[in-house]
């Protein structure tokens, strides 16, 4: 899949899922999934729009915690922050999360440039 085509496809993949991708302004995160009353969304940051190919890996990433880990449906919110990666749970979540982000978008080399 070349750049070009990367985020059109993610955007397809989400809207399949029935997710909501919102652009929003973070000062201190890159991105996140969210399940709240039963609505899935992932939220990237705008000054992600700078670099498409770190938006594409985010967003991949956290198509990967929609994908890997719906149990978390149960939850008002589904969040792994950095601040908690102390946490071996929370680690493990954030691998898996980066393997399938690589995985997603390795014909792309994108998978390569950020891996897990």
Excluded at 72 to 85: G, H, I, S, T
Aim: glycine content about 8%.
């Amino acid at each position: 899949m070349k750049m070009e085509q990367t985020l059109p496809v993610l955007m397809a993949l989400a809207e399949n899922r029935g997710i909501r991708v919102k652009i929003v302004p973070f000062k201190a995160h890159n991105g996140f999934w969210r399940v709240k009353d039963g609505v899935e969304t992932i939220f990237l940051g705008e000054h992600l729009n700078m670099d498409p190919e770190k938006k594409a890996f985010i967003f991949a990433h956290e198509l990967g915690h929609a994908v890997l880990h719906s149990d978390r449906k149960n939850f008002d919110m589904a969040l792994y922050w950095e601040n908690n990666m102390d946490n071996e749970y929370a680690r493990s979540k954030e691998s898996e999360a980066n393997i399938f982000a690589k995985g997603l978008l390795l014909g792309s080399g994108i998978g390569m440039k950020f891996g897990a």
